[in-house]
């Protein structure tokens, strides 16, 4: 076989066992994701249940990358401090280390097994979590079978002494090996699959012991960059534990690797196969950085923060900054994103629906331009969140999953409109009032006020459904939407009233205010429905909702 039908194959195995691990890892999310952020969420309670939590996640996901941008996300959310994020990663180092110990067994056995069994599965079931189960058995299938395809077609590489040339400078270079180890584990996405080429290799006897050791040290080191490069534009919370695992690796690589020579011997008595020599490595690795740093924890944490210490509100406020790209290959990661962002877009609409009444009812036409440039900040957020969740519903989702997806897509195209009404609508009333110089008369106003407090708390406790997923705020949501109608309905038959009685305006402009102030309760009305729109998903869901609500016709 030539040198290029040799490099051809290596690439193709090692792109059919990324394809196999992405496979495992997209099947397990869709199929447990949601355990696994309950399971991350109830592992506070000290660093050795965080730890423990990490290590779980991180052997059913069989990526550590996953585990990190997890726990990234929990801390950027505020639900999870530095020190039990770092616990996790600790834990996630060990569990891709235990990935690969399993995986230097002989199974080439189980590979058709696995691939006829998954396709079969896959293939029976239209959707739900049995047909994820069917995936991930046709990406171990398909791992295993890249496995045994790179062992393979790596030992005529044996015999060339142009590879041999190149692999005894590794051998003599271990610095060397450590950069070239975490490039390929950066690139990859994956220290998982760095090790095991590495693997494959070492027993094909292309690589030497020494630096294959070498290669595993910046594996290790190269498979923490990908989660800081995913939340370079998320908060300081959120960029905190990637860090503080890159520097935990780090720490490790300079420890070890003056003394992979001393190792050796202790790796060849516990084992004779080149392959797993390499893998108790790789474990042992992982383990010692766990035995040193989990009492370290508490400090470590306090250096983070002080390198990356809490950061000041800056014009990056108007725009949107959690929906990294490198998410999507996360769901619960990637739409915890998005809710992050759809709160922050809250945020601005909650302040520019406060100031547009305010300019409503003070006649403050600088304060009314000002609502509509916070409208094209609105409409940013709104662009973003929307090309993030389509591009995130290309994905192959579960059907949680998928329906969360579009009920973001579908609150924030509400939002969306909330903010046009607000600009189009209010701030246009506001304008022809105070050119016209209208003035609400006190009972009017004192309607408006109060009808506006009831749609701004109708705002709050949308977005209260949307972060907790609580049917009993859902419901609190749609009664309020009820309790609107009724003072909605009463504030307009009251005004009519004082309208027959001619008292609505002393200026004499009663008809021009009174028109403004109808608009204005319509305007208020639509606002509210779009708000209260953000239960019913939730309510359909777990069947709180009547299919209609018209009388069933009489016979």
Known sequence: MSGTAILINLLGGVALLLWGLRMVRTGVTRAFGSDLQRLLGRSLRNRLTAFGAGLGATVVLQSSTATSLLAASFAGRHLMATAPALAILLGADVGTSLVAQILTFDLSLLSPILLVSGLIIFHSVTGGRRRNIGRICLGLGLVLLALGLIVSTSEPLRDSALAQRILASLTDEAVVAVVVGAAIAWLSHSSLTTVLLIMSLAAGQVLSISAALALVLGANLGAAAPPIVATLRSGVVARRPPLGNLLFRLSGCLLALPFLNEVLPWLSMLEADAARQVANFHTAFNICLAILFLPLIGPMSRLIEALLPDETKTDDETRPRHLDAAALDTPPVALANVRREVVRMGEVLEQMFSQGFEALCNNDKALASKVEKADDVIDGFHGAIM?????????????????????????????????????????????????????????????????????????????????????????????????????????????????????????????????????????????????????????????????????????
């Open 387 to 555: 090309q993030y969740l389509t591009l995130l519903s290309r994905e192959p989702l579960g059907d949680r999953d998928s329906q969360l997806c579009a009920d973001l897509l579908m609150f924030t195209t509400n939002l969306e409109h909330v903010g046009d009404i607000i600009e189009l609508n209010v701030v246009e009333s506001a304008r022809k009032k105070s050119q016209q110089r209208i003035q609400f008369s006190d009972e009017d106003l004192a309607e408006l006020t109060n009808l506006f407090d009831l749609v701004r708390d109708s705002m709050r406790l949308c977005f209260a459904v949307l972060m907790s997923d609580d049917i009993a705020v859902a419901r609190q949501l749609i009664e309020q939407k009820t309790l609107f109608r009724q003072r909605e309905m009463a504030a307009t038959a009251r005004h009519q009233q004082r309208q027959r009685s001619a008292a609505a305006n002393k200026a004499g402009n009663g008809v021009e205010a009174s028109a403004i102030f109808l608009d204005v309760l319509r305007d208020l009305r639509r606002i509210n429905s779009h708000l209260t729109s953000a239960a019913y998903p939730m309510l359909d869901t777990a069947g709180e909702l009547r299919a209609s609500r018209l009388r069933p016709r009489q016979n």
